[in-house]
C-alpha cells in the first residue's frame, strides 16, 4: 500500500508549477476588500449632491445659445410664412385616409395608402387639397414655467398648456417672444406672384428650413428633449412626464405610461418624406415605376417645384439623375 501511495506522489507536477500557473492567471487583477474603508463616505457627500441638483437651474439658460434660440424662432416663422404662400400657388395634395402627401398635378397612383388606422394596406389615394398642417406636421408638448420643475402627474397633465414643441425649447434656451406662437397668416400674401417673386420666397422658405434643423440639433445639444419609444409624444425637459397618454400599451399593465428616449432632430422638426417627381418622370407617377422614383422632404421638394435650388445632400435620395421606370 504505501508503494502504490509512494508511485502516485511521484507522478504529481511540483507544487511550483501551480503557483505559476496561478501568478499567470491573476497578474494584473487587483482584489478590493469588502471590508476595507472606502474613500469618500457618501453620506457625507448626500447635503452637496442634493443642492447641486437644485441649483442646477441657474446654468441655464446658456447665453451662447440665445443667439441660435432666437435664429429658430425666425425661421420658424419665415417657413411657415413661406410654406403657405407656396400651397396656394402650387398644387399640393394630402391623403383623406393617411398622412401621404404629394407635390404635384393630380396626385400619383402608387398604391402607398394605409387607410385609417390602417385597416388596409397597399391601395389607392383618396386625394384632396392640403393645407399647412399636412405639409408641416405639429408637434406639441407640455409648457414649463421652469426647466427643472416637478415632474407633471398624470392627473394634472390638463393644468398645462400645449405649445409647439420648437417653440418650448427655444423659450427654454432664453428666447424672449411676446407671441412665439404667430405665423404669417397666408391671407396677408399676394394673391398673384409673378415666376421670380414666388422663386424668391421658395430659396427663403429653403433656407429657413434649413436654418430651422440646423439649429434645432445645436439647441439639443445643450438642452434636454425627450421622446416617447413607441409614439411620437415629445416632452421638453430634463425628464419625461408621467401622463398616461400613450395609446400603444394604454390596456396593459402600464397603462399608455411612456417610455422616453433622447430625442432628435427628426422627432421634433419630421421631415415628412414624399415622392418626388423628376422631369424624366411621367406625369403621373405609377405603381410600375416606384422602385426608380426619389423621395425628398415635402418643404424641399415644394420649393424646388418653384425652381429653388435644393442642396446637393438631397441629390441622392431625389435620384435627380436616376433612370425612370423602363
Known amino acids: 500500500m504505501s508503494a502504490l501511495v509512494e508511485i502516485r506522489l511521484r507522478k504529481l507536477p511540483p507544487l511550483i508549477d501551480y503557483a505559476r500557473v496561478?501568478?499567470?492567471?491573476?497578474?494584473?487583477?487587483?482584489?478590493?476588500?469588502?471590508?476595507?474603508?472606502?474613500?469618500?463616505?457618501?453620506?457625507?457627500?448626500?447635503?452637496?449632491?442634493?443642492?447641486?441638483?437644485?441649483?442646477?437651474?441657474?446654468?441655464?439658460?446658456?447665453?451662447?445659445?440665445?443667439?441660435?434660440a432666437n435664429e429658430v424662432l425666425a425661421a420658424r416663422k419665415t417657413l411657415y410664412g413661406g410654406v403657405s404662400t407656396l400651397i396656394a400657388h402650387i398644387p399640393t395634395w394630402a391623403c383623406k385616409?393617411?398622412?401621404?402627401?404629394?407635390?404635384?398635378?393630380?396626385?400619383?397612383?402608387?398604391?402607398?395608402?394605409?387607410?385609417?388606422?390602417?385597416?388596409?394596406?397597399?391601395?389607392?389615394?383618396?386625394?384632396?387639397?392640403?393645407?399647412?398642417?399636412?405639409?408641416?406636421?405639429p408637434v406639441e408638448a407640455f409648457h414649463l414655467q421652469k426647466m427643472f420643475q416637478k415632474v407633471i402627474e398624470h392627473k394634472e397633465r390638463f393644468n398645462y398648456d400645449r405649445t409647439p414643441a420648437v417653440?418650448?425649447?427655444?423659450?427654454?434656451?432664453?428666447?424672449?417672444?411676446?407671441?412665439?406662437?404667430?405665423?404669417?397668416?397666408?391671407?396677408?400674401?399676394?394673391?398673384?406672384?409673378t415666376e421670380d417673386e414666388l422663386r424668391t420666397v421658395a430659396k427663403e422658405t429653403l433656407q429657413a428650413w434649413e436654418t430651422l434643423r440646423s439649429g434645432v440639433r445645436k439647441l439639443l445639444l445643450v438642452h434636454a428633449a425627450k421622446v416617447c419609444k413607441y409614439c411620437s409624444e415629445v416632452h421638453v425637459g430634463p425628464s419625461g412626464h408621467e401622463a398616461r397618454t400613450c395609446g400603444v400599451f394604454k390596456?396593459?399593465?402600464?397603462?399608455?405610461?411612456?417610455?422616453?428616449?433622447?430625442?432628435?432632430?427628426?422627432?421634433?422638426?419630421?421631415?415628412?418624406?414624399?415622392?418626388?417627381?423628376?422631369?424624366?418622370?411621367?406625369?403621373?407617377?405609377?405603381?410600375?415605376?416606384?422602385?426608380?422614383?426619389?423621395h425628398a422632404p415635402v418643404v424641399v421638394d415644394l420649393c424646388s417645384k418653384a425652381d429653388a435650388v435644393v442642396p446637393s445632400k438631397y441629390s441622392c435620395m431625389m435620384k435627380l439623375d436616376g433612370i425612370s421606370k423602363p
Open 167 to 193: 417653440v418650448e425649447l427655444c423659450l427654454q434656451a432664453g428666447a424672449d417672444s411676446s407671441d412665439p406662437l404667430q405665423v404669417e397668416n397666408s391671407s396677408d400674401q399676394p394673391s398673384e406672384l
Open 22 to 68: 496561478l501568478q499567470r492567471l491573476f497578474s494584473g487583477i487587483r482584489f478590493l476588500s469588502t471590508n476595507s474603508h472606502p474613500r469618500f463616505d457618501l453620506r457625507k457627500l448626500r447635503p452637496m449632491i442634493l443642492k447641486r441638483i437644485e441649483e442646477r437651474e441657474k446654468d441655464y439658460p446658456i447665453k451662447g445659445m440665445l443667439p441660435v
Open 251 to 294: 390596456h396593459e399593465k402600464w397603462r399608455g405610461k411612456h417610455f422616453w428616449e433622447n430625442a432628435k432632430v427628426d422627432d421634433l422638426v419630421p421631415p415628412n418624406m414624399v415622392w418626388s417627381r423628376r422631369r424624366q418622370d411621367p406625369a403621373i407617377l405609377v405603381e410600375e415605376g416606384r422602385n426608380y422614383y426619389g
Open 97 to 137: 385616409h393617411c398622412p401621404e402627401v404629394y407635390v404635384g398635378d393630380g396626385g400619383h397612383l402608387i398604391r402607398s395608402c394605409s387607410g385609417y388606422r390602417r385597416h388596409y394596406k397597399n391601395k389607392l389615394h383618396t386625394w384632396m387639397q392640403a393645407d399647412i398642417n399636412n405639409v408641416l406636421i
